[in-house]
Nanobody
Framework: VQLQASGGGAVQTGSSLRLSCTAS????????VAWFHQAPGKEREVVAS????????YYADSVKGRFTISRDNAKNMVYLQIDSLKPEDTAVYFC????????????WGQGTQVTVSS
């Protein structure tokens, strides 16, 4: 199973982007999905996650108030809305799913680059 992340781009400070994530060969409507980012020279870290039903979400402190994770299970899509982009948001953004419902995000997409210029 391969996840596909899209929606990244090169934008200016203060812009918004909506990243999308889907699974190529199965639905993940009963599975938690998370977004991670990895900035150059830094470790990959989780920025947001959402339960299968969408009823529970988590945000890293650094993104609260600017990032919104959501999902449309009818479309098999998970989204990450990023507002008020800052240069420090520059990173590759990955989505990952807990397809085995074991608490591990062990299915990953290829990542989408977000570059924010000042």
């Amino acid at each position: 199973v391969q996840l596909q992340a899209s929606g990244g781009g090169a934008v200016q400070t203060g812009s918004s982007l909506r990243l999308s994530c889907t699974a190529s060969s199965r639905t993940f409507k009963t599975n938690a999905v998370a977004w991670f980012h990895q900035a150059p020279g830094k470790e990959r870290e989780v920025v947001a996650s959402i339960s299968g039903s969408g009823g529970r979400t988590y945000y890293a402190d650094s993104v609260k108030g600017r990032f919104t994770i959501s999902r449309d299970n009818a479309k098999n899509m998970v989204y990450l809305q990023i507002d008020s982009l800052k240069p420090e948001d520059t990173a590759v953004y990955f989505c990952a799913a807990d397809l085995k419902n074991n608490g591990l995000y062990d299915y990953w997409g290829q990542g989408t680059q977000v570059t924010v210029s000042s």
